[in-house]
Structures are given as C-alpha cells and as structure tokens.
C-alpha cells in the first residue's frame, strides 16, 4: 500500500515522459496550451451531454411515449456508467497512456451519440446513453491526466481553471443549444451534433497530443480490486435511482445500499493487500484531497439536481419553448464561463480555501432563491438567482479539481481524475434521485388535499396516481374538453403543487451547500502539483 509519505515525495525528477514532451515544445504537438484545446473539445462534448438532454426530455417523452421514469433514466443510466467506471478508466490511462485512452473515448462516445440519435425506442435510446457514459469515462480522466502531465505548477491552476470553464459553459450552455435544436430540428439532433465535434477532437487528438507516462507507472491491473470498486458504485448507484419507486423504506433499497457499503468495505480492504492497488488508499490519508472529493460530490448534488428541475419549471409552468428556457439560464452559462478563469486566479494567489468556501456560500443563497420562485415569477428574479448559481459554482469546479489532482502523485493523475469525475457524478446521480424522491414525497403528499380544497371532481387512486406523474414534471393533468373554467383550476393546482415541490427540493439542495461550505474550509493547495512536466513556450 501505498504511504502517505512516498505521496509527498513525488516531484519532479519522478515525471518521465516520451521524446516529444522532455523538451520544451517547438510546434504544436505537445504544446500546453494546444493540449489544453485539444482535450477542451472532448471534454465539451462529454460535459453538454450531462444537461443538454434535460431540455429535450420533454420532446423525448412525447416522441417516443416514455414515462417521468424512463426520462429519469434517460440520465441515469448515463450517471451510472460514468460513476461506474470512471476510476477504471483513470487506471487504464495511467497504465497505457492517457493519449490513447483519450481518442478511444471520443470516438466510441461520438458514435454512440450517432447511434442514440437513430433510435427509435426509450430502451434503445438508454442503452446508448449507457455506452455513451462509458466512453466518456475514458475520456474525461484522461484530459486531465494529459493537462497535469504537460503544464508545469505555476500554469496549471490557470489551465484546470479554462478547462472548468468549458466544462461549466459546456454544462450550463446544454439547455441553450438544446433549445434551439429541439425547436427548430429535432431531439435527435441533440445527440447528432456530436458526431461532427468528436471527429474534430479524434482529429486534434492525432496531430497535438503527446503521451505522458511516469516512470513509476502501473504495470499490472488489479482486477479483484475493479470487480468490488465497480459491484460497489453500482449497487450505489443504482439504490438511488430505484428508491423513488421502489421507497425509501422498502427491503430492496437498503439491500442494495447494504450490498454497497459491504463491497466497499470489502474493497478497502483487498486494497491493503495488493501489490499494486487501483486506489492506494494512502491518497485518502490527505485531508485536501478527501475534502476534496467530498465537496465535489455536495456541488454536484445542489447544481445537478436543481437543474433537473428547472427545465420543467421553465418549460411547463411558465409555457416557455425550449429556446427561451435555454435562453433564460444564459446568466448561469455567462457566469460560469467568467468565473471559472477567475477562480483560476483567485486560486493560485490565495489559496483554494477561501474561494471555494466563498463558491459554496453563493450557491446556498442561489438555491435557497430559487426556493422563492413562484408561477408568476418575473424573468429579472429568476436570472438574478442563476446568475448567483453561476458565480459560485464556478470557483468549485475549478478549485476541487485542483486540490484533488493536485494532491496526488504523477503516476496516479488517471486515477485522481477518475476520483474527481467521479464524484461529480455520483453527486450528480445522488442530486436527481434525492431531490426527486423530495420532489415526489412533496407532490403525493400536497396533490389530493390542493385539488381537494380547489373544489374539483373527486378521483379515483388510479386517476391521482396519473395525475401526480404528470404534476412531478410540471404537466396540468387537463384532459381533452374539459371545460375552460375546470382546466384553469386544475393547472392552478397542479402548478402550485409542483411549486412547493420544487421549492422543497430547492431548500434540501441550499443545505448541502451550506455544509459544504465549512468542508471546503479542509482543502489547501495541491501538495503534488510540481510533479507535472516543466515544458517550455508556456
């Protein structure tokens, strides 16, 4: 296992790297900067997919007939494959290269959108979603592998800071570009347009990047350790997505949840054991680092699972087409791109403690504004709450990043990446299931009582079932010829429900923010950060 102290002792002299990148670069392959570009357009890619769906949902659900649960797992089973096998594929770049992990993962995940693109079922269009986020997996792990191999430390909170700023305008942006190809092409075209971006990053790929491998490098798999890591993060996982229908008290959610945390313990263990782990679990025994980690996974809760259902606010309760509602979150895309170079900055003068403290502050007030939206809520309140969201998302993304790459040793950035994404995405994934099982408790609970007091026909249990799926997304269960004066009561109801819902879930969200707030207050500055190449023409 490895020590906390052979971590510290990694520094420079331990970075060996091929012919091209040990001197200083003379043209554009192996080039910092040109690297930065080169892994950008993957990740770009990689980070739209993550909200960019959730403004063709709607259209997706109408197409192909599906179900507020099959428009769930249309994200996912997206979560899931990149929570599953992020670290995974962090080791495969540390051991083969994170050169050719990288291409491997924008061209399988250009072709699974191809493919999601021409199906013509919810099954099928899961299913590619499912090697969609494995391919990402590779991708993502491997970008920052390539960016802490190629800038040296005094460029790298700079260059981690423009890439946060893609993967935010990238995350952020996906409902705008979302908007306008829903309306104006078809959902499809949400999942052709990285077609033609993936072929341009393959492209970039072969021309710029050069391969990084320490010289203390994995040169054997722990397979064991993959096989717990991976049953562990599944059973996660998928208790999470599973417990809103099955229930949060049902034998088969906590079976999975016990199923989880006995494989990871299992884990931990055969990891002390191994000659060569795939998490040395001396990396745990930096407290940055495991803060780190921690307040990747709180960021993502609050910003993943808000967003989710902002889309449907936008869309069903304001009647807004899916341009304006990407239209109306521009603020938090504007914000997140002028922050993320900011925070950068911030970072590198100051420290990560303070920004990232301060980043979290501003995303627990964002949330609990947003908590204050109502059905009339104006368009200036709104982008004012975004807009905040923005600003304070921005010095986490960046700031976590560094702290957790920074922190651990060459060799292992594959895997420090892996941990870092994974994070994200189990926040994610723990975000929309949490938030929505808040979301769903709060609409059953409230539904039968509002429609009761707003005078309406009685229902059957069958009829108020039906009608709560509808409310959950923000949907008036009006059907065809009701009388106008019936219908406005019952979209009354069934907005106003579906607000107290949101708002619920929007407070639940406020307050991981603001314990994440006095986690952020663990980090400091990457300890590792000068094991990364000191190449020239910077």
């Known amino acids: ?27 554009l392959r192996g080039h910092p900067w040109f690297t930065l570009i080169t892994v950008a357009v993957g990740v770009m890619m990689v980070a739209l997919d ?4 959730a403004i063709a949902n709607p259209a997706i659900k109408d ?83 390539l960016l802490r191999a190629t800038f040296p430390a005094e460029k790298l909170n700079m260059a981690i800071g423009i890439w946060g700023m893609v993967i935010g305008a990238s995350t952020a942006g996906g409902p705008i570009l979302g908007g306008v190809l829903v309306e104006h092409v078809n959902w499809q075209s949400v999942f052709f347009i990285n077609v033609p971006v993936g072929l341009l990053a393959l492209a970039l790929g072969v021309v710029m990047l050069v391969d990084h491998r320490a010289e203390n490098a994995p ?90 259902f902002v889309t449907f606010y936008l869309q069903n309760v304001h009647g807004m087409s899916p341009i304006d509602a990407g239209l109306h979150l521009l603020p938090l895309t504007g914000m997140m791109i002028v922050g993320s170079p900011l925070a950068g900055f911030l970072i590198t003068k ?35 709450w975004f807009a905040l969201l923005g600003l304070g998302l921005a010095p986490v993304m960046v700031g976590a990043t560094e702290v957790i790459v920074g922190n651990a040793p060459m060799e292992l950035s594959g895997v420090a990446g892996g941990l870092q994404q994974a994070a994200m995405q189990i926040g994610g994934s723990l975000g929309t299931a949490v938030l929505g099982a808040v979301m769903v408790s709060k609409v059953d609970s409230d539904l039968a009582g509002n429609w009761k007091a707003a ?42 429900t579906f607000i107290s819902g949101m708002s619920l879930a929007s407070l639940v969200a406020a307050g991981v923010a603001a314990v994440a707030i006095f986690v952020a207050l663990l980090t400091k500055r990457g300890a590792n950060a000068e094991a990364g190449a000191g190449v020239g023409h910077i």
Request: hydrophobic residues 50%; glycine residues 14%.
């Open 455 to 496: 005078g309406l026909p009685d229902l059957t249990p069958e009829q108020l079932g039906q009608a709560s799926e509808a409310v959950q997304v923000g949907v008036a269960p009006v059907a065809e010829g009701t009388p106008a004066q019936i219908a406005a009561k019952i979209t009354d109801v069934a907005h106003d």
């Open 350 to 384: 100051l420290g990560p403690r303070l920004p990232l403290a301060g980043g979290m502050a501003a995303t627990a007030l964002a949330m609990y504004g947003m908590s204050t939206l109502e059905t009339d809520t104006g368009s200036g309140v709104m982008s004012l």
């Open 50 to 53: 993550g909200t960019i769906v």
């Open 219 to 308: 040169r054997s798999f722990d397979l064991p350790g993959i096989a717990l890591l991976s049953g562990a993060m599944f059973c996660l996982v998928w208790a999470l997505i599973k417990a809103p229908t099955w229930g949060w008290g049902d034998v088969q959610t906590w079976g999975f949840i016990g199923g989880s945390v006995l494989l990871f313990a299992l884990f931990a263990f055969w990891e002390t054991k191994v000659a060569e782990p795939l998490i040395p679990l001396g990396l745990f025994r930096s407290v940055a680092l495991s803060a780190g980690v921690v307040l990747m996974v709180m960021m993502a809760i609050a910003f993943m699972g808000g967003l989710f």
């Open 1 to 27: 296992m490895t020590s906390q102290t052979t971590l510290d002792k990694t520094g420079p002299g331990d970075d060996a790297t091929s012919a091209p990148s040990a001197s200083p670069a003379s043209g």
């Open 63 to 145: 197409d192909l007939g599906a179900t507020f649960a099959d428009v769930q797992w249309i994200t996912n089973g997206y979560f899931l494959a990149l929570a599953v096998a992020l670290i995974t594929a962090g080791k495969l770049g540390d051991r083969f290269g994170h050169r050719q992990t990288f291409l491997i993962g924008v061209t399988g995940f250009a072709a699974a959108s191809g493919a999601i693109g021409l199906s013509d079922s919810i099954a099928l269009v899961v299913t590619f979603r499912v090697l969609q986020g494995l391919f990402g997996a590779l991708l993502m792990p491997a970008a920052l592998g």
